[in-house]
């Protein structure tokens, strides 16, 4: 069974509905990550969690807002979905130990594609 | 402002060859650098790192060189086979602001037979 799981994996909307993405993971990994991946632009942080209470935005974190329901689970909501947030989505783990070299090494789900008409 | 870019959007090389894939950053407190390879309709998989004590690492038929003094770092595979045919992203971080991943664009390398 895959450590983390997105739901849905694919999804059509339309503009100005309210969109969720699930991520759930069994790796027992603190930190939770939300990124969207469009071409030529590589992978852009939208929000991450530390733990349960620690919510923060990442570099493009408007239109998007996030909860993190337990250390399994981290959810991203489209309030009013527009038509430039289409794109490929991305949830990720990661459990840093410094000082082990494995500090920030990320683990990825295998992404919703969402399209906003 | 991208602080870890990829200049190459594509590489084609035969099988059996080195590739050989690089990665510039600008931000010097950057410590820790990290290479993912994607396949279609897959997430990212983590592949290789390096920390900035480092100069190089090495994993199989992979190593990745990093030059600090010239902030760019390389990924290189030998001998390609075709099923490193896949994107791949170079990532880098800095655990003072938390070790957030910083991503560069990608690089889709294709080993042709």
């Known amino acids: 069974d895959a450590d983390v799981t997105q739901t849905p994996r694919n999804r059509i909307t339309k503009t100005g509905k309210r969109i969720m993405l699930e991520c759930s993971q069994t790796?027992?990994?603190?930190?939770m990550y939300w990124y969207r991946q469009d071409p030529g632009l590589g992978l852009r942080l939208i929000y991450y969690?530390?733990?349960?209470?620690?919510?923060n935005k990442g570099e493009i974190s408007d239109g998007y807002s996030v909860s993190r329901q337990a250390q399994a689970k981290f959810s991203l909501s489209l309030e009013s979905a527009i038509p430039n947030q289409t794109a490929l989505y991305f949830c990720?783990?990661?459990?840093?130990?410094?000082?082990?070299?494995?500090?920030?090494?990320?683990?990825f789900g295998p992404g919703t594609r969402l399209t906003v008409l | 402002d991208q602080q870890v870019k990829q200049n190459s959007p594509s590489l084609s090389v035969q099988e059996g060859r080195i590739s050989i894939l690089n990665c510039d950053y600008t931000?010097?407190?950057?410590?820790?650098f990290l290479w993912y390879k994607k396949y279609p309709a897959e997430g990212p998989t983590f592949l290789i790192s390096?920390?900035?004590?480092?100069d190089k690492n090495e994993d199989g038929r992979f190593t990745v060189f990093l030059n600090k003094s010239a902030k760019h770092l390389s990924l290189h595979i030998v001998p390609s086979q075709p099923g490193d045919s896949a994107v791949y992203f170079c990532?880098?971080?800095?655990?003072?602001?938390?070790?957030?991943?910083?991503f560069g664009q990608g690089t889709e390398l294709s080993v042709k037979p």
């Open positions: 990720a783990t990661s459990d840093p130990k410094l000082g082990q070299g494995v500090a920030d090494t990320q683990y």
């Open positions: 790796k027992g990994h603190d930190r």
């Open positions: 969690s530390f733990d349960v209470k620690d919510i």
């Open positions: 931000n010097s407190m950057f410590d820790y």
């Open positions: 390096i920390s900035s004590i480092k």
């Open positions: 990532a880098a971080s800095d655990r003072n602001q938390g070790g957030k991943l910083i």
